[in-house]
């Protein structure tokens, strides 16, 4: 075959099935936080091309290799705007695994409501006095529970349909600074929604019924988790643990069984002026028998919808953002963009009121005064 004759492909010729490989190059900048599946740092990632980028890198203790594996490989199927991206995985020199997720600047929600000075401890020694908007409550919860329901209705495509997250926790609920975004993250010991599955798992204050039980469990022990969550937020107080049961696993799985026997008090029983209708749905989505729960994170979302945006305006994203700008920087001018944003909270002496009133009900305020914990008997 004469030489003009032979086909020339160009080397921008493309084909399905052509593979190649890539490399990056982590460089750790600080620990993030530590708990008993590993550490998260906060990390630059460095392509092989030159781009670089902060990340999140979650490193796997050495008892816990398969449920790292596992949660890298349900991470990377989860793609939702309220949902941590997933980037990469894989094993360090030293052959540990690793996770690595976009890195969210900004607050967990224990953060935000340090930002809001609504903390346990001043709730349990009644020195409150402000708390946040049930819309901005009720936000929050929203998104959250628009991360959940992309997770408990995923097709895996292998069979498995559906993934409860079981740790659902203010530490594990981040909000972007720079916009309001809402995330969910740390699927490392979420299991298929029919697995089965029984061991306990999650941070104690926030499990459910069932899970502490070792029964099994679906969606809606998260949804009860988030509930404990929301209910936080509203009254600074935990329905299921006072901070004197805490101590040991076994101690903290103990308080709270004790206080599951006592009946639940809304919301609005304990804090002055708390919203009836998001009262409701919280202690809906904390009822004790998973059956008299909400069926769904879907069922959550249309009753919060309605909650939210009845009036015709309601919080975005863009208002948390805003939100969040005042409690940062509460002496800075307000413009108009952020009254704007913020118009659905009304106004107190010219400024958007993100602040309400926090007032115990007489009878919850007994109770504390009595070392007992107001949300329960």
């Known amino acids: 075959m004469a030489l003009s004759t032979i086909p020339v492909i160009s080397p921008w010729e493309l084909f399905e099935g052509t593979s190649f490989e890539a490399s990056s190059r982590y460089r750790l900048l600080r620990r ?9 740092w906060l990390a630059e990632r460095r392509s092989s091309g030159g781009h670089h980028q902060k990340v999140a890198v979650k490193f796997l203790r050495a008892t816990s290799g398969g449920s790292l594996a596992e949660e890298a490989l349900r991470m990377s199927c989860l793609s939702h705007d309220n949902i941590v991206p997933f980037l990469d995985s894989g094993h360090d020199h030293l052959g540990r695994l690793f996770v690595v ?6 607050y967990d929600l224990s953060g935000v409501r340090e930002l809001a000075h609504f903390d346990a401890d001043k709730a349990y020694r009644g020195e409150l006095r402000s708390r946040m908007p049930e819309p901005i409550v ?3 919860l929203f998104m959250v ?22 740790d659902v926790s ?5 909000v972007d600074r720079s916009a309001g975004f809402v995330k969910l993250t740390d699927f490392g010991v979420a299991v298929p929604q029919d697995s089965g599955e029984t061991e306990i ?23 009860y988790s988030l509930g404990i969550v929301g209910y936080e937020l509203l009254t600074g107080l935990s329905p299921n643990c006072h901070p004197s049961q805490m101590g040991s696993v076994l101690a903290s799985i103990t308080g709270v069984m004790l206080a599951l026997e006592e009946p639940l008090h809304e919301p609005r029983e304990i804090v002055e002026g ?11 989505m904390l009822a004790l028998s998973p059956q008299d729960r909400y069926a769904s994170a879907e069922a959550v979302l249309a009753d919060l919808t309605i909650f939210l945006y009845d009036k015709g305006v309601g919080p975005t994203s863009d208002s948390l953002h805003s939100y969040l700008e005042m409690l940062h920087y509460p002496q800075r001018e307000v413009t108009p963009r952020v009254r704007r944003t913020l118009s659905f909270l009304g106004e107190k002496k010219g400024r958007p009121d993100i602040l309400s009133p926090y007032e115990l009900v007489p009878a919850a305020a007994a109770l504390l005064r009595a070392g007992r914990n107001p949300a329960r008997g």
């Open 32 to 40: 993030l936080g530590a708990g008993g599946m590993g550490d998260v």
């Open 145 to 166: 529970l628009r991360a959940l329901h992309h997770a408990h209705t995923f097709d895996f495509a292998d069979g498995v349909v559906g993934l409860v997250h079981r």
């Open 274 to 284: 708390v919203d009836p209708e998001l009262s409701r749905i919280i202690a809906k």
């Open 201 to 223: 798992a999650g941070k104690v204050p926030y499990m459910s019924p069932e899970v502490l039980q070792g029964e099994k469990v679906d969606s809606r022990a998260d949804i």
């Open 170 to 174: 203010p530490g594990n609920i981040l």
């Open 101 to 106: 997720m976009a890195y969210i600047d900004g």
């Open 138 to 140: 009720g936000f929050l």
